[in-house]
């Protein structure tokens, strides 16, 4: 660690951001954190197959090994160009990640990485490597061993260490190997073919067949319990041909297009994606506008209200636990908090309602890309059985964002219309980090696959890709580095596809011209190709991303189609308030680029109960249609609005009265109001024992049109009461780790390592001795000294200019060790240049535990 430079503790720290909570007090507790177990598997986490290849294959080689040998067990025998060529990255990698050290003559694994990477019988390495001769001769007779060496032909020696470093030379020779296995029977080599790759285990009966007998009579299979024999480490590389590995990985799998676009042709699919979008989540805050479904006990959403949602929105079940996380992600639903919890919008719905198109597209956008809940989860089990509910409080993953980032990096990629094929792009993530699909013990875990087939699915919904490849909106969502195409390991991709690419045209042999998808998507482009001269922060990539689908997006209309069959057709977007109107006014019907509505009794009367006449609704229809008012349409209204208000509703419990004493006389006559229990109380008027509002839903089922009215007479209008929760943040995503630090605190915390190692390393001056290095200080113990020793040695210091270690305890009680310059000193107070800290700081004199002049000065 001290041989490193300041750049490359910054690199570490940035690899591995758990090293830096808290801040190590110096380079000692630096490297010893970085070898703790939990460490060091997060790091191996993040290696890429290769670079875990060579890690595995140092920990296998002896130690310490020099870089010969790891290249041998990597490249083999044949000397593999292409890994010969990666080895050294990979090896700067593991350097680089401190988990690796040593010169090159001289590599050491650090030690927990090689328990953890080394085989053992409880856990076998991912190399199929059994243990070497010396481990697996570790408690075996020594008579047995020379039975073992005379049986091989080579010479008896006087003691068993010796005895096994003689098999262990046979063994790693190939000539005498080679010379040895030419005498084996074909079933003892096909004993050992069976071995050679893994598991390097196999089990035995009391009497072995005569192959197993040969291998075991000349140590060619070891006894690793009285059932089990192992195939030596050093026997397998020969037959191995010296490989490690059977397919070592140095390049990353190249992503294989499944279909070209035209980029217009992907940026308008994406476009009319998002546009359903929003759609669909302004459509579920309206079926929740008056207050949602409850919440479990256990916190959620039940099945039930899932399915119900479901039909609302017109989509499944899954699609509709997607919308609705998606609008919890993005603060736009919560739960409001009351006795009888129930979830509804928040007004923050309201604020994103006001927002353009585009900039509502962003905010859910950048609310998935962050969000660690899995939707995906939803109607699976935890490890308790328990069945996982949409909103419900265990839905989070930690690795959702990274994944999710990293697969939209490998769509941009390939050049622009580029699909890369759903198994190639699981092969490339799989490869960039394999632990994360199997622990570091082996345990499979496809959690890491399935985040990123939901990822694949849900950026096609929001339109962040189109027909399978990454939109312009999705480019400009990611940093600029993850926007660079990358070359060496995309090439064959770039060659088979860019022809096709610059033609225009599709896999499915369809043209698809530039001009197909209109200027607007050109437009799209050039804005994003514009706004990425700017800062590259996340707000900076949702405008960039607002602004590149702006142009792809139609204008809202304010017109609207009306159609014999009482059905208006919507043609594109409608202003808010037409499609406010509309929607009270007409059931959706369809819903798509037209969005069809129909007309029905039902709805004319919400509009009349509303506060509309009809009056009001043939303006309203013969201002905003481009067709003529139909005929039909023309007669429901009158229709309705003739009938409505025709019966009153009040409070008698409830009471109806008509002008009318025939309607009266029929209601009473029909059988299904005798639930309502109704009673003459004058010619016009019947008494209820109903309240007023099951007495307006029950006259409305017998087919009448009632209105409600006031105590004082007047009908009253019903409009929908909005209900809102309480003002709510957005759920805060659970990360898999530690977060990624800025750089200025990682700057920061390097010059707080260098100035505590240089406190705990240094060489003092104790009072009364000659300079030279102190036991205390060499061991890191702070300095004591009484007070009037400290403030002569500190006024001494300000007088020279000198530097000096102090002991200091804070007002915490928390001690710590520091190296300051003093540059003055009164009213009990030193100030100081802190090297700690980097900066210019004042000290209470009695708190300073003691004091000791510094051999040499750091400054």
């Known amino acids: 660690m001290r041989s490193r430079g300041d750049a490359s503790l910054i690199a570490l720290l940035q690899a591995r951001p758990d090293l830096l909570s808290p801040v190590p007090s110096d380079l000692s507790q630096l490297a010893g ?33 020099p870089l010969a040998t790891l290249r041998a067990l990597l490249a083999g025998d044949d000397r593999d160009p292409a890994v010969e060529a990666a080895l050294p990255v990979a090896l700067d990698t593991l350097r680089d990640q401190a988990l690796v050290w040593g010169d090159e003559d001289r590599l050491r694994l650090v030690r927990t990485a090689r328990e953890l990477l080394a085989p053992s019988a409880s856990q076998p390495s991912p190399t199929g490597l059994g243990p070497t001769v010396a481990e697996a001769t570790n408690g075996m007779s020594p008579g047995r061993v020379q039975e073992i060496l005379t049986a091989v032909g080579l010479p008896s020696t006087h003691d068993g260490v010796s005895a096994v470093a003689s098999l262990t030379a046979l063994f790693t ?44 009579h000349r140590g060619l299979l070891l006894p690793a319990s009285p059932r089990t024999v192992v195939l030596p480490r050093e026997v397998a590389l020969h037959l191995r041909g010296g490989r490690a590995h059977r397919q070592p990985e140095p390049l990353p799998p190249v992503l294989e297009p499944r279909g070209v676009y035209a980029p217009p042709v992907v940026d308008s699919a994406a476009a009319a994606q998002a546009f359903t979008a929003l759609d669909i989540v302004e459509e579920l805050g309206k079926d929740w506008n008056e207050g949602g479904p409850g919440v479990l006990r256990a916190g959620g959403l039940s099945v039930r209200d899932l399915k119900r949602t479901a039909a609302a929105l017109d989509t499944t079940e899954p699609l509709a636990a997607f919308w609705v996380e998606l609008a919890y992600a993005a603060g736009l639903i919560a739960a409001d908090g009351e ?18 198109a585009p900039e509502r597209w962003a905010v859910l956008a950048t609310a998935w890309l962050a969000a660690t809940r899995t939707p995906g989860l939803v109607g699976s089990q935890d490890s308790r059985g328990r069945t996982l509910s949409a909103l419900g409080p265990d839905l989070d993953r930690g690795a959702a964002p990274e994944v999710r980032g990293r697969v939209l990096a490998l769509l941009a990629l390939p050049p622009e219309g580029t699909s890369p094929t759903r198994a190639s792009l699981l092969d490339r993530l799989n490869w960039e980090r394999p632990l994360r699909g199997a ?23 929001l ?65 994003v190709a514009a706004a990425d001269t700017g800062a590259d922060a996340p707000g900076a990539r949702a405008a960039r991303a607002a602004r590149a689908l702006a142009p792809l997006l139609p204008e809202p209309l304010d017109h609207v189609l009306l159609q014999a069959d009482l059905t208006a057709v919507a043609p594109g977007p409608l202003l808010r308030p037409l499609a406010d109107l509309l929607s009270v006014a007409a059931e959706i019907e369809s819903r798509g680029g037209a969005t069809v509505y129909r007309f029905t009794p039902g709805s ?57 004493g025939a309607v009266l006389g029929e209601i009473l006559a029909d059988k299904r109001s005798a639930n309502l229990r109704l009673r003459r109380l004058a010619p016009t008027v019947l008494a209820a024992q109903a309240d007023p509002a099951t007495l307006l839903d029950g006259l409305r089922a017998m087919g009448f049109a009632p209105a409600a009215e006031s105590a004082e007479g007047d ?28 750089p200025p605190l990682l700057a920061a915390a390097v010059r707080a390592i260098r100035a505590g190692d240089l406190a705990a390393t240094v060489e003092r001056k104790p009072l009364g001795q000659a300079p030279g290095p102190d036991p205390a200080a060499t061991a890191g113990e702070p300095p004591r000294t009484t007070a009037a020793e400290t403030l002569a040695t500190v006024q001494a210091a300000v007088l020279t200019a000198s530097a000096l270690w102090i002991g200091y305890v804070n007002a915490e009680g928390a ?45």
Do not use: C
């Open 463 to 527: 339109g962040i890709t189109g027909r399978g490849a990454l939109s312009a909106m999705g480019r400009a969502l990611l940093p600029e580095a993850a926007r660079e195409p990358d070359a060496p390991h995309e090439a064959a991709v770039s060659r088979e596809t860019g022809a096709e690419a610059t033609q225009g045209r599709d896999t499915e042999g369809a043209a698809a011209p530039a001009h197909a998808a209109g200027g607007a998507a050109a437009q799209a482009r050039e804005t």
């Open 339 to 356: 006795a009888d919890e129930r979830y509804a919008p928040t007004p923050a719905y309201d604020d994103w309602q006001e927002l353009t």
């Open 604 to 660: 004319v009367r919400r509009a009349l109960d509303a506060g509309q006449s009809a009056s009001d609704l043939h303006a309203f229809l013969n201002n905003h249609s481009r067709t003529p008012v139909p005929q039909p349409l023309s007669y429901l209204i009158d229709d309705v609005a003739r009938k409505h208000g025709h019966l009153r509703v009040g409070v008698a419990s409830a009471y109806v009265r008509s002008d009318d």
């Open 33 to 65: 954190r970085a070898g703790t177990r939990a460490s060091v598997v997060r790091a191996l986490e993040r290696l890429d197959r290769f670079t875990l290849q060579t890690a595995q294959a140092l920990a296998v080689a002896p130690e310490p090994s």
């Open 815 to 859: 001690a710590s060790q520091r190296v300051i310059a003093p540059v003055r000193v009164e009213g009990g107070f030193v100030t100081a240049y802190d090297h700690t800290a980097d900066e210019v700081r004042t000290y209470p004199l009695h708190r300073i535990t003691g004091v000791a002049e510094l051999a040499d000065d750091p400054a």
């Open 715 to 742: 009908v009253l209008v019903t409009r929908a009461h909005a209900h809102r929760t309480p003002a709510r943040t957005a759920p805060a995503p659970v990360p898999d780790g530690p977060p990624l630090p800025e």
């Open 439 to 461: 622990g570091v013990t082996g345990r499979t875990e496809d959690l890491r696959s399935r985040l990123a087939n939901w990822t694949l699915d849900e950026s096609e919904l």
């Open 173 to 216: 020779d190939r000539r005498r190997m080679a010379e040895l296995l030419d005498t084996a029977p074909g079933e003892a080599l096909a004993v050992l073919d069976r071995l050679v790759w893994g598991p390097p285990y196999g089990e035995v009966t009391a009497s072995s067949t005569p192959p197993v007998q040969w291998l075991r």
